[in-house]
């Protein structure tokens, strides 16, 4: 089988990227998680389909790194977006289907990636955590001395710990500095901490706003670059309407929140 991919990044969160509008790709579970693998395969956080799609302007298939079918990824999102405009698909605004559903899009004069995240109409807590889903579910901790602190061994031990084990959930870390967050995160399905993660920073936007009402911006740092979460908190703790989350500062390679990393074909053996 020869496969034409792209591999694209978002503040470090990289995929590889398939265009799949003729309908003529098929990849195995175990194909994915080969391509995705840093040592025998491509290398990559997770893999991604642009399909066709007869209501929108194309529909994002999204698979971990482990080789299961993911739930929504907010880099990923930017990254299939800028994908599609250089694929000559460029709308004035941008609607797809994602796993969560409906998401809008703009990529503006500058090249920054605009994403629409869905609605947050739940927030719970455990001791001092929060949990929320944002297009995929997030435990949210604050913690200090982030920069040197442990996130895959103690990511990993909340991730499967008896209550999250069956289904996972991803783990973010955050800290407050200087009027930003710094955020790092345990990702499920990669089962590691990646450089960014664009629901998990959505998450922790929401989780740590102490504001009671009111649209919002939080500018975050992750430790592959800056990203700006804007909302609109429409109830005390609760109730959430994300407008829209940017890339915050421009990359060098693309000056667009997504970039192109590389291109290229491979061939490989059909398991």
Known sequence: MLLHFYK??????????????????QLSNKQVALLCDRHF???????????????YDFEMVYYNADGAPGTMCGNGGRCLTKFAFDQ???PAIYTFIA????????IDANGWVHLKMIDVNEVSYQNDATLLNTGSPHYIKPVT???????YA????????????KVGINVNFVELNDNELFVRTYERGVENETFS???????AALAMCKVNVGKQETKIRTLGGNLLIKFNKMCFK???????????IAFVCASAAASLLNTGLLGFANP
């Open 238 to 248: 609760k109730y959430y309407f994300i407008l829209s989350f940017k890339n915050w």
């Open 197 to 203: 993660c664009g629901t998990g920073v959505t998450a």
């Open 154 to 165: 103690n990511g990993k031990i909340i991730r499967y710990n008896e209550t999250y084990n």
């Open 88 to 90: 000559g698909i460029q």
């Open 145 to 151: 001395q982030l920069a040197t602190f442990d996130v």
């Open 8 to 25: 694209y990044q978002g503040t470090g969160n990289d995929f590889m990227i398939v265009d799949n509008r003729e309908g003529l790709i």
């Open 41 to 55: 395969g491509i290398g990559a956080d997770g893999l991604m389909l642009l399909n066709k799609h007869d209501s």
């Open 99 to 106: 796993s969560d559903g409906e998401h809008e899009a703009v």
